[in-house]
């Protein structure tokens, strides 16, 4: 069987500038089309590189970097916290975020799609701790062989993961397919939702 997760032995490949490269934040900034952004909550952050080049967007932002690692979460304490103060690392279970309902603007997932085990079971937590009128994001591996990222066979196409979105109870599933290694979805959690 072919492993899914990360392994943080190698968590300093994260912090590889090319990555913002190859995801552009600007990029995906564009696209979410978002006014208000006070809390952003990233599931999966590692080493909270990309909760660090989000702030260039969002300034005075609060944002909950959430991950299943002990040892990333100790790594962002370490290293980032005193730096970064806006950024505050949240020890989580794959299928339980340890935040409060509807507190996040923006939840989003990057690179980390092809790890879950359910992904339904995460995408219903996102949706939980969204606003109404919240968006979330996901940017994954394109689904074809490359000399980079997890083996191609554990990839998911755009295609299933705005299946498992709508299913979750997220509207406006966009599909962005332009970057050369990845693409990215933008869904938002129904502003009439209570």
């Known amino acids: 069987m072919i492993?899914?997760?990360?392994?943080?032995?190698?968590?300093?490949?994260?912090?590889?500038?090319?990555?913002?490269?190859?995801?552009?934040?600007?990029?995906?900034?564009?696209?979410?089309?978002?006014?208000?952004?006070?809390v952003l909550v990233e599931i999966g952050a590692g080493t909270a590189f990309f909760s660090i080049a989000f702030l260039q967007h969002t300034k005075h932002s609060k944002i909950y970097a959430c991950d299943v690692s002990e040892v990333m979460i100790n790594w962002i304490k370490e290293n980032v916290v005193q730096k970064f103060p806006n950024i505050t690392p949240v020890k989580t279970e794959e299928q339980s975020i340890p935040l409060a309902?509807?507190?996040?603007?923006?939840?989003?997932?990057?690179?980390?799609?092809?790890?879950?085990?359910?992904?339904?079971?995460?995408?219903?937590?996102?949706?939980?701790?969204l606003k109404p009128g919240g968006k979330i994001f996901i940017v994954d591996w394109k689904k074809k062989n490359m000399n980079e990222g997890p083996p191609t066979q554990i990839r998911c196409l755009p295609e299933q993961i705005k299946k498992q979105l709508v299913n979750s109870g997220f509207i406006h599933v966009d599909i962005f397919d332009e970057l050369p290694k990845h693409f990215l979805l933008v869904g938002k959690k129904d502003p009439q939702y209570i």
């Open 3 to 38: 492993e899914k997760k990360f392994d943080p032995k190698k968590l300093e490949k994260l912090n590889n500038p090319k990555r913002l490269k190859d995801i552009p934040p600007g990029y995906v900034w564009d696209k979410l089309r978002m006014d208000q952004t006070d």
């Open 101 to 129: 309902d509807g507190i996040a603007n923006l939840v989003y997932m990057i690179n980390l799609h092809h790890e879950l085990d359910n992904p339904t079971l995460t995408l219903k937590e996102a949706y939980r701790i």
